[in-house]
């Protein structure tokens, strides 16, 4: 699953086109890296968010094209927010 969609199902981040614009502006890091929005995001990916001062850090335990908003949260572990 893409990067972008995955952000979007997991709900850490909103929208898709919001995920895809921040993985542009050079945002979301997989592993310490840059990723583009196609980056294939795999189970045991560490992937670290921007937003803006703040940061978070979350290991991804699973990857489902679809989820229920109550169980978004358990497709990834956080592991820490600044």
């Given at each position: 699953?893409?990067i972008d969609k995955?952000?979007?199902v997991?709900?850490?981040i909103?929208?898709?086109?919001v995920?895809?614009?921040a993985?542009?502006?050079?945002?979301?890091?997989v592993?310490?890296?840059v990723?583009k929005?196609?980056?294939?995001?795999?189970e045991?990916?560490i992937v670290?968010?921007?937003?803006?001062?703040?940061?978070?850090?979350?290991r991804v335990?699973?990857?489902r094209?679809?989820?229920l908003?109550?169980?978004?949260?358990?497709l990834?572990?956080?592991?820490?927010q600044?």
């Amino acid at each position: 699953m893409r990067i972008d969609k995955f952000l979007k199902v997991s709900r850490i981040i909103k929208r898709r086109t919001v995920a895809n614009e921040a993985c542009d502006a050079g945002h979301i890091t997989v592993g310490g890296k840059v990723v583009k929005a196609s980056y294939e995001v795999k189970e045991g990916d560490i992937v670290e968010v921007g937003f803006g001062s703040r940061k978070l850090t979350v290991r991804v335990l699973d990857v489902r094209e679809h989820t229920l908003k109550a169980d978004a949260a358990s497709l990834y572990e956080v592991i820490s927010q600044s």
